[in-house]
């Protein structure tokens, strides 16, 4: 296992989590899409560290989803409510993002914000189990 790989599937973590603490604060200050947007990212960080003991780096978020669900779901390796959580969290990432209509409840924040910690909660195992993690 190169070091250095590890080092970014460190760094993917970290920043997941960071996203977690800044979704967690937008939510409590009404900033709901805002919150969402940073729920979403925690996800695609954990997601990018997890596609990275694959050797998978991918640009576009569409490719992140479609890799994690190739390598990882498809194979049993990550249970497919996962899956489910990726696709709900880009997707309101998305409305938040581009729609400008989009309204934006406390309690879909709050909700894809538990997603989000969930979803990243389980990569992590996964890359403890692995041993991709630094103690």
Partial sequence: MEESTKENINDYLR???????????????DKYRTSLSRSYYAVFYATSA???????????HSGVEAAFN??????H???PEYSRIYRETRKTRELS?????FMAQE???QNRLEQAK??????????????????
């Fill in 50 to 60: 997890l596609l990275l003991t694959k050797g998978i780096k991918r640009s576009k």
């Fill in 70 to 75: 190739q390598f990882f779901v498809k194979t």
């Fill in 118 to 135: 969930r979803f990243v909660a389980r990569i992590e195992r996964y890359l403890r189990e692995e041993g991709w993690l630094k103690n």
């Fill in 107 to 109: 309690k879909l924040a």
């Fill in 15 to 29: 920043l997941s989590k960071e996203d977690l603490d800044t979704a967690e604060l937008l939510l409590r200050s």
């Fill in 77 to 79: 390796r990550i249970e």
């Fill in 97 to 101: 993002n581009y729609e400008l209509a």
